[in-house]
């Protein structure tokens, strides 16, 4: 299978669990609530996200108060990369929130704001993902990805972690996948849902 299939894998499988995340954070009531779940890192199902769960309750408390305190500033944001800053220069330096917990809760809040990243944010396993590919840094430009064409730069970023073993040659694929910006027969080990939820 190469990229494109892939690709056509992502969009059956992860893509409609996506936009469940997503509906979840989007219909909130106010800020204050998606705030509130957002940084609490709660699922429509009310579980915690799994990206979030070695983070303790106290520091997630402490990131929705420091976001509640600034809302005013996180609602004047005109785009995600301006939302996404702000985050991080609120929450970004509080022991236990780390970049995969800013992106997650600066995605999440955006769901609500209406708008979505532009750019691929690296982290975790998606900065994996990229190197297997030959990036590195904390952003990719999508134009820079035209096999993934078909997805949003936030769906390249779930594809890049979810495929990231076999990108890497690390996967049950790897025989196939190894070192190759093609990838074949790659796919996740086991179906997840969409960031863990």
């Known amino acids: 299978m190469n990229i494109e299939a892939c690709v056509d894998d992502y969009k059956r499988i992860y893509r409609p669990l996506s936009q469940v995340e997503k509906d979840f954070y989007s219909k909130q009531q106010t800020l204050s609530n998606v705030i509130s779940v957002a940084a609490n890192c709660r699922c429509s199902n009310g579980k915690k ?8 309750v106290s520091v997630l408390r402490e990131a929705e108060q420091q976001l509640l305190a600034h809302q005013d ?3 004047a944001a005109q785009d995600f990369a301006t939302l996404h800053g702000r985050i991080d220069t609120l929450i970004g330096s509080i022991k236990g929130i780390g970049e995969l917990a800013v992106y ?4 999440r809040i955006a769901a609500f704001l209406r708008f979505e990243p532009d750019q691929v944010y690296l982290h975790a396993g998606t900065r994996e993902g990229a190197a297997a590919l030959g990036f590195s840094g904390r952003l990719i430009e999508k134009h820079q990805l035209p096999a993934f064409a078909q997805l949003t730069a ?4 779930d594809c890049l972690c979810i495929y990231k073993d076999d990108l890497s040659g690390q996967g049950n694929s790897s025989a196939l996948c190894s070192g190759e910006t093609r990838v074949s027969a790659c796919k996740p080990t086991k179906a997840r849902s969409k960031r863990g939820c």
Do not use: G, S, V, W
């Open 49 to 56: 996200h799994t990206h979030q769960n070695r983070i303790p």
């Open 104 to 107: 997650d809760i600066a995605y």
């Open 154 to 157: 936030a769906e390249i970023e």
């Open 73 to 75: 500033t996180l609602k």
